[in-house]
Every structure is written in C-alpha cells, then in structure tokens.
C-alpha cells in the first residue's frame, strides 16, 4: 500500500523555521522525483518546490524562493522541506505528492498544517 506521510507543521512565530517531513512507503521512493503542495484557506493548491529523483535538481515558488529548502533521503525514504524565515503567508496545510508511476496513480499524503502568527 502506497503511503505518505506528513509530519512537522506547527504554529510558529514570523521569522521562524520549520522542517516538514514526509516518509514514504509502498512505492520505489528513490526512482521518483517529489513534490511539497500547499493549500491556504480559500486558496487552491499550489506547488511549493520538486525535486528530482536522486536531489541533483529541485525547484521553487517564486512566493517561497531564497526561504525554502527542499531535500530528501532516498535511503529513508523521506522527503524535507526546510522552511525559514516563515511569513503569515506561509499559513497552509503542506502536502507531499507522488507522480504518477506508470500505471499508478499519483499519491498525496494527508497533509501538515503550518501556522504563523504571532
């Protein structure tokens, strides 16, 4: 069973840090490339950064660009993502997602909520 899990949101102060985590199961996590998506009340989802299968390449949100970092361990099959200097903005619920594998559908996991506010 193909599985993602969310783990590290919080209520952080402006100007904090925070790391998400994300731990992967049931899937050959190391062969594909992931993804941070966040969702703000009243707000559609949006891609917050990728990464390529082996983390040689990633990429980012202009809105996030130069505050987040995303990483991952393909030898404990988890995703990061490093978040600092964290805004009211940053205000979401953060979720990892799968690609589609072949056949196999995507796969989100059920998601973290961050929370900045003083």
């Known amino acids: 069973q193909v599985q993602l899990v969310e783990s590290g949101g919080g209520l952080v102060q402006p100007g904090g840090s925070l790391r998400l985590s994300c731990a992967a199961s049931?899937?050959?996590?190391?062969?594909?490339?992931m993804f941070w998506y966040r969702q703000a009340p009243g707000k559609e989802r949006e891609l917050v950064a990728s990464?390529?299968?082996?983390?040689?390449?990633?990429g980012y949100a202009d809105s996030v660009k130069g505050r987040v970092t995303i990483s991952r361990d393909n030898a404990k099959n988890t995703l990061y993502l490093q978040m600092n200097n964290l805004k009211p903005e940053d205000t979401a619920v953060y979720y990892c997602?799968?690609?589609?594998?072949?056949?196999?559908?995507?796969?989100w996991g059920q998601g973290t909520l961050v929370t900045v506010s003083s």
């Open positions: 997602k799968a690609p589609k594998r072949g056949p196999l559908p995507e796969v």
């Open positions: 049931g899937f050959a996590f190391s062969l594909f490339p």
């Open positions: 990464i390529t299968s082996i983390g040689g390449n990633t």
